[in-house]
């Protein structure tokens, strides 16, 4: 069972979900193209903190990618 959730972004859904006995409860990240993201409750996380230094411009280059 999924269950949606707010968003302060009208052009981004978000959809909580369980990803299974090895991944727990997850959350899908779709943009108004259908394109899509399912991410656990870790890498959002994660993520959340290399989009706030993006937003408060303290981005880190990786160059050897």
Known sequence: ???ELKS???DI???RFFGGKDRGVCVQ???GWQEHIQLTREQALRLS??????ANK???PD???
């Open 1 to 3: 069972m999924s269950t």
């Open 8 to 10: 302060s972004n009208a």
């Open 13 to 15: 859904n978000l959809t």
């Open 29 to 31: 990240i779709t943009t």
């Open 49 to 54: 903190k290399d989009l706030e230094a993006f």
């Open 58 to 60: 303290e981005e880190v």
């Open 63 to 65: 160059y050897a990618s």
